[in-house]
């Protein structure tokens, strides 16, 4: 089965310091792994992709398949990244439905 | 259109009452999702619809909630008999079959009073 968890439910750093928020999965086959971000009052939107390889907003994430983890780190966290921030999971075969972990709300402190 | 629509945006309605939430997903989105996010909690998988095949209904929590389709285009979620508990934000996405990503509306936020 789909499992996604985010051990951090709130996560609180000062402006300026390194961020990582936590995610681990359990899947049998090839997943796909990807981070959603939800600011206040707005809707949820995908922040990042693993297969993209791609930083946004100065977010990275490497899938580690050993751990099972899909950790997003920041270096230098900045105040307008507060937000609640959610791990996804989409099993191999295109069309199937995320599972999302519980989210981790992060808090940059000035 | 642009972005996925979701109405209504706020729905209060009394316990017991049926209500009718509606998406209309990304033009060319094949891919149609339906999730429930709840006070303090993450987002519950309800239903899902891929084309013209049956849609997943594996997350729907009771035989008061249904969703339907039509022309392979916009959605609706209905709960019958609404409860308490059904209070919540309910958001809709949509992909493309092909890519990875959702894009998400902007939710109904739904209240049972």
């Known amino acids: 089965a789909q499992r996604v968890t985010q051990p951090e439910k709130l996560l609180s750093v000062f402006k300026g310091a390194p961020v990582e928020l936590k995610c681990n999965y359990s899947?049998?086959?090839?997943?796909?792994l990807f981070w959603y971000v939800q600011y206040s009052r707005q809707r949820l939107q995908l922040l990042l992709r693993h297969i993209s390889r791609e930083s946004i907003k100065g977010f990275t994430a490497d899938l580690n398949k050993g751990e099972t983890s899909f950790h997003l780190k920041k270096p230098f966290a900045q105040e307008e990244d507060s937000a609640m921030y959610y791990c996804a999971l989409r099993g191999g075969n295109y069309g199937q439905n995320f599972v999302f972990g519980p989210g981790t709300r992060l808090s940059v402190l000035p | 259109g642009a972005g996925v629509s979701q109405s209504p945006s706020n729905k209060v309605t009394e316990k017991g009452k049926d209500v009718e939430l509606r998406c209309d997903p990304i033009?060319?989105?094949?891919?149609l999702y339906w999730y429930r996010q709840s006070l303090g909690q993450g987002l519950e998988f309800l239903i899902y619809f891929q084309g013209n095949s049956a849609p997943d209904k594996s997350g729907l929590p009771s035989d008061r909630f249904s969703a339907e389709r039509t022309g392979g285009s916009v959605s609706t979620l209905t709960i019958q008999r609404t409860q308490q508990e059904d209070s919540a934000v309910y958001l809709c996405?949509?992909?493309?079959?092909?890519?990875?990503?959702?894009?998400f509306g902007s939710g109904t936020r739904l209240t049972v009073v």
């Open positions: 996405a949509s992909s493309p079959v092909s890519s990875g990503g959702y894009t």
């Open positions: 033009s060319g989105h094949t891919a």
């Open positions: 899947y049998s086959g090839s997943p796909e």
